[in-house]
């Protein structure tokens, strides 16, 4: 199949420009072309109540409970949180804490199925003819379903869909950038799902009320730009096909915003506020899945892949599957790798445990070698301005080491910590080696431990002053109750039989 040329994809009049960025070896061509497999159920499933924005869902099945494929076994707390399914049939064997698929190594509450192997659905959530539902329905079908940011946030889905109601939206800007090295899933599902994708974008715009709908690809996918643009509209709603730059950090949403329609969303504002939401492809292919056939998110695509791995191959796996298993499922490792992740080489997370589970944010599984590992001795900063040229928002990541490693998190605020965020560029331009996430990742924990414990004082006093009002006021319903029982006993003693004469003058008494 012959492909359009760069130059007619990218229309730069239609792109704007978006400071800094980097280009790091992109790694794609291992998986590229690895059409997306089909991975059997594994004989265990780990699946966390905590694997979403917002509260952790509360457990509904108990230790030797029998479970269906897509039964509900987490129920969303509050307004922020999301539902959890099974990701198959079988045996639930235990209800309780799991290493969290995270660097702290932490446990979190868990509830661990083992497979009965016959993979049986359970009733599935009731279908929706988004043609005829209304935008409350669509959401609280999304809701149900559990579905979540499947770039990696993991935010929930009905959340963000439900700021129709607080802002005048114009714009679904469906992500498709996929900036990070070696990832391709999200490639893969544009290219071999295209149809659902668009379809699953049209029913989140019919329930936001926007007129328009972009998707926004990376310049080096030219087979996905070429399989979405086959469909000029999603359920009557104008749909287009934005060609970014291949630039990272290309796809955070509010340097995408930036470059597709040239609007610059303020520092600690949400892109909403200019009247466009931000959804990853996924995201998108699971709205289609739970809406037009009743089907929870309990599975996802995801990359494996770095040298470290035997075949690396673009995977859809049940949620909680063991990483170990995934690995094993590509052939295993080929040899000890100096790093294993969870996400990209960029954002990723570390893990040492491979028995952690897959959960709905996770994109990829890379397990790299040394030599993509780019290890080498940190060194002094020279003020090269690196970092700056590099960093997407504008920010002066040295000056915000330097005040962070002289203890000074407040003067790191006020030059821009805040709005940092996280993409690792600074880090992968300077030539100090210098791990600035990392110190900034620190400083962010730090000041939220000290807000933490702001907040706790206060709410300490509040409670406190709260006390003391209530004892005052229990003190002055004692004084006044006292009061009234001294008055009445005046009264009723003022009304007993002699009391007037007792009151009369010796000389007027009866004789």
């Not at 979190?108 to 009733?123: F, L, M, Q, V, Y």
Request: net charge positive; charged share 20%; aromatic share 2%.
């Amino acid at each position: 199949m012959a492909f359009p040329s760069l130059a007619a994809l990218l229309r730069p009049s239609q792109i704007f420009a978006v400071r800094g960025g980097v280009h790091p070896e992109p790694g794609k061509h291992l998986t590229a072309e690895a059409e997306v497999l089909d991975m059997p159920v594994p004989p265990l499933v780990r699946v966390p109540l905590q694997q979403h924005s917002g509260a952790m869902a509360e457990p509904l099945v108990r230790r030797d409970d029998i479970v269906l494929k897509g039964q509900l076994i987490g129920q969303a707390r509050g307004a922020m949180s999301a539902n959890i399914h099974a990701p198959t049939s079988g045996r639930v064997i235990a209800v309780g804490h799991f290493t969290a698929p995270h660097p702290s190594n932490l446990p979190i509450p868990t509830i661990t199925i083992r497979s009965d192997g016959e993979d049986r659905w359970g009733p599935r959530l009731p279908r929706l003819r988004p043609e005829d539902a209304n935008p409350d329905e669509i959401a609280a079908q999304i809701e149900r379903a559990g579905i979540v940011g499947l770039g990696g946030a993991a935010f929930p889905a009905a959340v963000k869909l439900n700021q129709r109601r607080k802002y005048a939206l114009d714009l679904l800007l469906l992500n498709g950038a996929e900036c990070e090295p070696y990832l391709t899933c999200d490639d893969r599902l544009m290219r071999e799902h295209a149809e659902g994708l668009v379809d699953g974008a049209g029913i989140m715009a019919r329930a936001l009320g926007v007129s328009r709908i972009v998707i926004a690809v990376e310049a080096n996918k030219p087979e996905a730009i070429a399989a979405l643009r086959r469909y000029k509209h999603a359920l009557g709603i104008a749909l287009s096909v934005a060609v970014v730059p291949t630039q990272y950090p290309m796809g955070s949403a509010k340097h995408l915003v930036l470059a597709v329609t040239g609007k610059e969303t303020p520092a600690r504002a949400r892109t909403a506020e200019l009247g466009v939401l931000v959804y990853n492809v996924g995201t998108a292919h699971a709205v289609h899945l739970a809406v037009r056939y009743g089907e929870p998110l309990i599975s996802r695509i995801l990359t494996v892949s770095g040298r470290a791995i035997a075949r690396p191959a673009n995977v859809r796996v049940l949620i909680g599957t063991p990483v170990a298993d995934v690995i094993a499922f590509c052939g295993g490792l080929t040899a000890e790798p100096d790093r294993v992740l969870l996400g990209g080489p960029m954002m990723g997370l570390p893990i040492q445990n491979l028995r952690v589970p897959v959960v709905k944010g996770t994109c990829g599984i890379l397990a790299l070698s040394a030599a993509e590992t780019r290890a080498s001795a940190q060194m002094p900063c020279i003020r090269c301005g690196s970092c700056v040229q590099a960093c997407p928002c504008g920010l002066t990541p040295f000056e915000m080491n330097a005040r962070i490693h002289a203890g000074d998190l407040d003067g790191a605020v006020k030059v821009g910590l805040m709005d940092c965020i996280a993409c690792g560029a600074c880090a992968y331009a300077c030539p100090s080696s210098i791990p600035l996430v990392q110190a900034f990742d620190h400083a962010k924990g730090k000041l939220a431990e000290t807000q933490s414990r702001k907040h706790q004082q206060e709410e300490t006093r509040r409670l406190a002053i709260a006390r003391q009002a209530r004892e005052a006021a229990m003190a002055e319903a004692k004084r006044q109750a006292m009061a009234r029982r001294k008055a009445e006993m005046a009264a009723r003693k003022a009304t007993e039989p002699g009391a007037a004469v007792a009151e009369l003058p010796p000389a007027q008494a009866a004789p």
